[in-house]
């Protein structure tokens, strides 16, 4: 059975860190790209940050660069989103998808959204001001 389990999600004041973990089963994580998405109330779904396996070339949105860390794990089947700097507008459900392949552009990436073939069920990052 495919998974994938996000964690790590939590409620955080602006400024501060969190880390979240996308633990991947049920497919050969080295054979997909894994990315993070986010979905903010009454907002559409949005990539955040994700990685090329064939250049290892980290993506991320404008609104995170700087501030979020992309890294995976693959003998640990994970891949994490490292968030610093928070602010209220990052408050949102945090999913991780996998894409089958090794490299696929930003745009690609971070914007189609329908290419994915797994889904986790998204953790709830909230920050307070």
């Known amino acids: 059975e495919v998974q994938l389990v996000e964690s790590g999600g939590g409620l955080v004041q602006a400024g501060g860190s969190l880390r979240l973990s996308c633990r991947t089963s049920?497919?050969?994580?080295?054979?997909?790209?894994i990315t993070w998405f986010r979905q903010a109330p009454g907002k559409e779904r949005e990539g955040v940050a994700s990685m090329s396996t064939m250049d290892e070339i980290t993506h991320y949105a404008d609104s995170v660069k700087g501030r979020f860390t992309y890294s995976r794990d693959n003998a640990k089947n994970t891949v994490y989103l490292q968030m610093n700097s928070l602010k209220p507008d990052d408050t949102a459900v945090y999913y991780c998808?996998?894409?089958?392949?090794?490299?696929?552009?930003?745009?690609?990436?971070?914007?189609?959204?329908?290419?994915?073939?797994?889904w986790g069920q998204g953790t709830q990052v909230t920050v307070s001001s």
């Open positions: 049920g497919f050969t994580i080295d054979d997909h790209i």
């Open positions: 998808a996998a894409l089958f392949g090794a490299y696929y552009d930003e745009t690609f990436l971070l914007r189609n959204l329908k290419e994915y073939q797994y």
